[in-house]
T-cell receptor, first 113, second 112 residues
Framework: EPEVTQTPSHQVTQMGQEVILRCVPI?????FYWYRQILGQKVEFLVSFYNNEISEKSEIFDDQFSVERPDGSNFTLKIRSTKLEDSAMYFC???????????FGSGTRLTVV | QKEVEQNSGPLSVPEGAIASLNCTYSDRGSQSFFWYRQYSGKSPELIMFIYSNGDKEDGRFTAQLNKASQYVSLLIRDSQPSDSATYLC????????????WGLGTSLAVNP
């Protein structure tokens, strides 16, 4: 069964450092998403991406965050200057037709120290 | 602020019983409703989605939607220990096809 692949599974970084979280969506999917989940809290929407541009972003997704689809297969989330409160599980998801058929990756656990 | 609310639990049921999980949402414009299961440290996995008022059955799972009451539920029949997980309710953003709003989840424990 096709799956969404995320790397790394766990990343530890120092506060103020840049991190890039990588995702390989399912190949025929057109919609891409990043969500995060702080330990013990709700899953939170960060950004959606369609047709090579951001279609929606949340208030969390400020200037420190950016997304790219650099080569037609990878979908990356960059955090330019990490803060302690960025520590969370980050999930990439993709779908063929919007919300139906959302497939999540296994997540990247980001720990900012 | 659009909200999705769930009782955090834990909900404890004996093996073979029916587990009933509930969710309310604040945005009357929402049109799509999803139930996900999440094991500790893992990503959410879709169990069911429902768009229309009434019941939708898939195996041991039944989703129920009442848009007038802004209420969606999930019934799990013949609960198994492997069903022990956190169940997340997610709702589209007022018919917006671009994001989901999530509840905190209900922790379910099925006791052998």
């Amino acid at each position: 069964e096709p799956e969404v692949t995320q790397t790394p599974s766990h990343q530890v970084t120092q506060m103020g450092q840049e991190v890039i979280l990588r995702c390989v969506p399912i190949s025929n999917h057109l919609y891409f998403y990043w969500y995060r989940q702080i330990l013990g809290q709700k899953v939170e929407f960060l950004v959606s991406f369609y047709n090579n541009e951001i279609s929606e972003k949340s208030e969390i997704f400020d200037d420190q965050f950016s997304v790219e689809r650099p080569d037609g297969s990878n979908f990356t989330l960059k955090i330019r200057s990490t803060k302690l409160e960025d520590s969370a599980m980050y999930f990439c998801a993709s779908s063929e037709q919007g919300l139906v058929g959302y497939t999540f990756g296994s997540g990247t656990r980001l720990t900012v120290v | 602020q659009k909200e999705v609310e769930q009782n955090s639990g834990p909900l404890s049921v004996p093996e073979g019983a029916i587990a009933s999980l509930n969710c309310t949402y604040s945005d009357r414009g929402s049109q799509s409703f999803f139930w996900y299961r999440q094991y500790s440290g893992k990503s959410p996995e879709l169990i069911m989605f429902i768009y229309s008022n009434g019941d939708k059955e898939d195996g041991r799972f039944t989703a129920q939607l009442n848009k007038a009451s802004q209420y969606v539920s999930l019934l799990i029949r013949d609960s198994q220990p492997s069903d022990s997980a956190t169940y997340l309710c997610a709702v589209d953003n007022a018919g917006n096809n671009r994001k989901l709003i999530w509840g905190l989840g209900t922790s379910l424990a099925v006791n052998p």
